[in-house]
Every structure is written in structure tokens, then in C-alpha cells.
């Protein structure tokens, strides 16, 4: 039995593993995804793992390479192979942009996102959402979807300095509330703000 058991848990914790390695539906078109082998035209060519740089609008580059670029192609294992999915290049309608409002507040609801606050389902939508906007937009005009891709960026890093100087004012916060519980157990001891100040006899 208690092999059975353990039989079955390895086989859950397996299938849980899979689930997890699958990329998460997305906001984001991408094209169908591609098996990657050692016989792939992708390995041979050297492009497996390699970051992709933003190219030069002097030099032409075609709207593959830029949204390549802007929205890195996303890889994941499944079922011992490897896969590799870029994202699309075909433009969008006025039908698509509804879709994509719709789908939008269908998995705000579906995952229930928080309305109001911090919320960490919520921001991921929206930034799935708001990189589709930039693929569509880079699609019609490459320099627009350049200068979208920079205030991306600029809001993300500035998010990230936030949150950054949240968690300081938190670790702060917690080592002055430490400090002031154990001023309180000293009568010649007076606590004023988390600092101490010795009294004179």
C-alpha cells in the first residue's frame, strides 16, 4: 500500500511539474509554438537563449526583428521537449482591439483580480495587455512602438522602486517596533520614536 502510495505521489508531483512548465494564456498574440531539436534550424543558426537586441531603424530591420526584440519569445519544456513560441507578426483589426477589452475583463473576473489596491493578478493583465498594444501599434508604425516600449519600461523600473522602498520602510518599521518593545521593558529607558535616551539618576 505504502508503495501505491508513494507511486501516486510521484506521479502527481510529475504531473504538476508539467502543468507548471506549460506558459501561462496569455494577452499577447504569439504564433503557433515551434519544437525545438538539435537539428533545428533555430540551434544551428545559434538563436536558442540568446537576447535579443533592439535593432537599428537606420538599418531597415524587418517588423519580426523589432517585436522580437520588444517582446521576447517565451520557451518552456513539455513532456521532455523543448518549445519556443514568437510573437505574432499579423496585424490587428478594430474587431481584435474589442476582443482583446473583452478578454481582458473576462480574466480580471475569472482570476479575480482585486479591483482597487495593490493587486498582483491585476497589474499582470494589464501589462499583458498593455504589450499587446505595443505589438499591434509596432506593427503599423516600428518607431511608435519603440517609444512605447521606453515608457514600459520607464513605468516598470519605476515600479520596481517603489516597491523596492516599500519593503525598506517595512524592514524599518519592524526594527523599530523590536526595539521599542524591548526599551519598554527598561524603566531607566525612555523611547521616543524607536530611539533611546538614557536617564540621569
Known amino acids: 500500500r505504502c508503495v501505491q502510495e508513494t507511486d501516486i505521489i510521484q506521479l502527481m508531483s510529475a504531473e504538476s511539474a508539467k502543468t507548471r512548465s ?3 494564456e ?4 504569439y504564433e503557433p509554438p515551434i519544437e ?3 537539428q533545428s534550424d533555430i540551434v ?4 536558442k537563449n540568446k537576447k535579443p537586441q533592439i535593432p537599428l531603424l537606420e538599418s531597415k530591420p524587418n517588423i519580426q526583428d523589432i517585436l522580437n526584440a520588444i517582446l521576447p519569445p517565451r520557451e518552456w519544456d513539455h513532456d521532455g521537449k523543448h518549445y519556443i513560441q514568437y ?11 474589442a476582443n482583446l477589452q ?4 473576462e480574466r480580471l473576473i475569472a482570476r479575480q483580480a482585486r479591483e482597487s489596491g495593490i493587486c498582483a493578478i491585476r497589474e499582470e493583465l494589464h501589462n499583458q495587455c498593455f504589450d499587446e498594444i505595443i505589438r499591434e501599434v509596432t506593427i503599423d508604425c516600428s518607431e511608435r512602438g519603440l517609444l512605447l516600449m521606453r515608457v514600459r519600461d520607464e513605468l516598470k523600473m519605476t515600479i520596481a522602486a517603489y516597491q523596492t522602498l516599500f519593503q525598506s520602510s517595512v524592514t524599518f ?3 523599530c517596533l523590536l526595539y521599542t518593545s524591548d526599551a519598554a521593558d527598561d524603566l531607566l529607558c525612555v523611547d521616543l520614536g524607536g530611539r533611546r535616551i538614557i536617564k540621569k539618576k
Open 22 to 24: 506549460l506558459p501561462r
Open 26 to 29: 496569455s494577452l499577447v498574440q
Open 36 to 38: 525545438i531539436s538539435e
Open 44 to 47: 544551428r543558426m545559434g538563436l
Open 87 to 97: 510573437v505574432s507578426h499579423n496585424p490587428s483589426s478594430r474587431d481584435d482591439v
Open 102 to 105: 473583452k478578454l481582458l475583463d
Open 173 to 175: 518599521g519592524m526594527s
